[in-house]
């Protein structure tokens, strides 16, 4: 739960002389969100998100993600469209921090996914791999191998203090998974592995559903370029395991098939799903670890388990092939 | 910032069934608020406010809360109004707590309240103490001078931890504030001052405006039956100092000024002004130190500071009558 900056009526009726979308009627603090503050914004001439972006937040990067909003939504993607200020700008300041003013984007994220909604992510995420195809901007994603190393440095003095052994096991599975990843995209030899703009975070809480209807992706600020399919793997990770740990092989088919609709895999891509699930999950295992050791006192986000995926990744260690996730090639 | 408890769609979708408000389009948690949570819901038929009641507040003084906007909003206050469900209830259930959908009001709360406004809370306060004339049911101000007993007991043994000789003023001021206050309204002999339903939290988190024109009030969960003076006097505090400490009298004389305009004060109400004042801000200073002293580890909200009620009630008690709030009679 997070508003961190507040913004006084002064500081937001400047702003919104920027724009041309009418005076403020009003303007609350949303619990949701972890990384920046977000206003929900009504005006005169509709409902917007408002958001100011925290330290977390590199101000280099928002151009990218704002751009990628923005192409996106002209695609057709349903996804939140930055609003243009006057002047044509994305980006504005309030409060001395960067912010925007998003377009508000109806739906609910399902705290239960069921398998129909993993079938929809699926096409909603291949729509948005084919959608992001000429998006000009590149941006590496910084939480892939590379990243993982400063993770596991940081971490290892710490990590048994959540369960012997794990500082260990941490090492050895990063440098299986070092060993065997594919060659960054576009440094590969040749025919690397389809790769473009992923939004490598698609959680439930990401993704909106009217009903079981789709009804639209939110959060763009761990956008980057990286293989479609470890996007895949990603959303393997977090959308089909069920609470008390087991995998459901329904709804990863689900996942997989809704996916291969709008654009099918390539028998590399399939080859490579245990190894990149291997990887997801080491990710968040990796952020997560870093946040638990790292709490700060009166924070006012709680910090998740780590350990959710230790055992997720034990559970993609353990599969013989992509079949274990309902796809056979 | 406060969401306390956390519901899924299918608790959602079951409430919203009860009621004739058609499908979930988006909920949001707020991060305003402390005592309960809320949720803003966007349905097919409007916007509205879902509220989930947590212990702090009495399950059985829900009726006079929930009552009660029904009944100033029938009057044309400009109010939230509680949905009815198809059953005609105004309070439901989910996810095991006691709640209710309120109508959404526009309007954005001024963080720096200017005179103009001043005037328009005090008009709007009037309107309110008018339109609760014949509302039938009753609650007395479980924070007037009986309740404040109890809080000066439990806070004495550690008050000088916040400011040296703060345990010794209070019991004082107290026992000053017991013997001067009026009979208990209802109690009383003959001539009561005027009384009825007051609001009793009307700070400007509580008050919208659309630019410096009055939306609305919010929040009625401290609403008692109690002097319509004491009620002014409340937000003669809330309203009136400055950030620094200063009373700004300009702003007082248009708070009483706007009041007036609409219900004009007895000379008895005038001549009560400082006292109620003073017992105003020792309630405020009271639930502010007891919460400061017993501070939950982890606790979403941070407390406020008590002792700028300290300050405020020093300035009352130097007063010589009310026409330090620029009202003459």
Redesign the interface.
């Known amino acids: 739960?997070?508003?961190y900056t507040?913004i006084?009526?002064?500081q937001?009726n400047a702003l919104l002389q920027r724009y041309e979308l009418g005076?403020?009627?009003?303007?609350?603090?949303?619990?949701?969100g972890v990384e920046n503050s977000n206003y929900?914004l009504?005006t005169e001439t509709g409902s917007y998100i408002l958001t100011l972006y925290e330290r977390r937040v590199k101000r280099d990067d928002l151009p990218y993600f704002l751009g990628l909003m923005d192409h996106l939504a002209a695609k057709g993607l349903a996804c939140p469209t930055p609003i243009h200020d006057r002047d044509g700008n994305l980006l504005n300041e309030v409060a001395g921090r960067p912010c925007a003013i998003i377009s508000?984007?109806?739906?609910?994220w399902?705290?239960?996914p069921t398998a129909k909604q993993c079938q929809e992510l699926g096409a909603a995420t291949a729509r948005l791999h084919l959608a992001g195809k000429d998006f000009p901007l590149h941006r590496p994603n910084a939480l892939s191998v590379d990243g993982w190393a400063k993770l596991v440095a940081d971490c290892e003095a710490r990590a048994d203090s959540v369960m012997p052994g794990l500082a260990h096991d941490i090492a050895r599975e990063y440098d299986a998974l070092k060993a065997a990843w594919p060659e960054t995209p576009g440094r590969a030899g040749d025919r690397p592995l389809p790769h473009g703009v992923i939004h490598a975070d698609l959680f439930p809480d990401n993704v909106?559903f009217?009903?079981e209807t789709f009804s639209g992706l939110i959060d763009f600020y761990f956008a980057c370029n990286d293989y479609f399919a470890y996007e895949v793997a990603i959303n393997l990770n977090a959308w089909c395991f069920e609470a008390d740990g087991a995998f459901n092989v329904t709804k990863a088919r689900a996942l997989l098939s809704g996916y291969e609709s709008v654009r099918p895999l390539t028998d590399g891509e399939v080859h490579t799903l245990p190894l990149f699930a291997r990887g997801a999950a080491l990710r968040f295992l990796l952020t997560r670890l870093y946040d638990w050791l790292n709490q700060v006192p009166g924070a006012?986000v709680k910090p998740k388990d780590p350990l959710e995926y230790w055992k997720k990744l034990k559970f993609h260690r353990q599969v013989l092939g992509a079949s274990a996730y309902g796809i056979e090639r």
Chains 1, 2 share one sequence.
Not at 23 to 32: D, T
Not at 104 to 108: A, D, E, H, K
């Open positions: 739960m997070a508003v507040e006084d009526e002064t937001l005076c403020a009627l009003s303007v609350k603090g949303i619990a949701e929900l009504g508000f984007l109806n739906g609910v399902p705290k239960k909106f009217i009903g006012l």
